[in-house]
């Protein structure tokens, strides 16, 4: 019997609202924002970009959601939102930010994903649980050599939705990206 691969509804969801005809175009264009703190991840890969609302007055609203309150990334993407839709010619841009519901790692594309591992960072699904079942990133997986020997060094990396992992096969330390 072969299986069908069903698509998460969130990212179903996700892709039928940025193919809207009102707004696709704009999606199309902040495509080019990238997360200042992972330059190879657009906000879309990252699922900070959450919606695209084109008013009856003209007003672009875009929502976006942070990967944690207080994430110091939020204030160059807003400004690099306004830049990416001014520079299209749109001069009444609002961008909100939105705390609920809160940014989950599975808001993340499967492109992100691949992304980040191929940069050099764990994606979330790169992990497994430890022996007692109680630690999600005890052994995350090596991006650079793929072994799960890997030991976590400190509970945050380079920001803080990531943790800082060491390889033991390979010797390479390496970010991962918290599951949440």
């Not at 998460?8 to 495509?31: C, F, G, I, N, T």
């Not at 009856?56 to 400004?79: K, L, R």
């Not at 939105?98 to 699904?125: C, F, N, Q, T, V």
Request: hydrophobic residues 35%; negative net charge; proline residues 7%.
């Amino acid at each position: 019997m072969n299986a069908i691969p069903l698509m998460p509804v969130e990212e179903y969801q996700r892709l039928q609202q940025r193919s809207a005809e009102d707004v696709k175009e704009l999606w199309d264009l902040l495509d080019e924002v990238k997360d200042p703190e992972v330059p190879v991840l657009t906000i879309w890969d990252l699922g900070v970009l959450r919606d695209v609302v084109r008013e009856d007055d003209g007003q672009i609203i875009v929502t976006i959601t942070p990967t944690y309150s207080g994430c110091p990334a939020m204030d160059n993407i807003t400004s690099d939102i306004k830049q990416a839709l001014n520079d299209a010619g749109y001069n009444r841009v609002k961008v909100k930010t939105s705390l609920a519901p809160a940014w989950s790692s599975e808001w993340m594309s499967r492109d992100g994903r691949k992304k980040l591992r191929e940069y050099g960072i764990a994606p979330p699904e790169d992990a497994e649980l430890d022996e007692d079942g109680l630690t999600p990133d005890a052994h995350a997986q090596c991006p650079h050599c793929s072994s799960r020997n890997t030991r976590r060094v400190s509970e945050f990396g380079s920001t803080a939705c990531k943790a800082l992992f060491q390889c033991n096969d390979c010797n390479e330390p390496f970010d991962y990206f918290k599951k949440i």
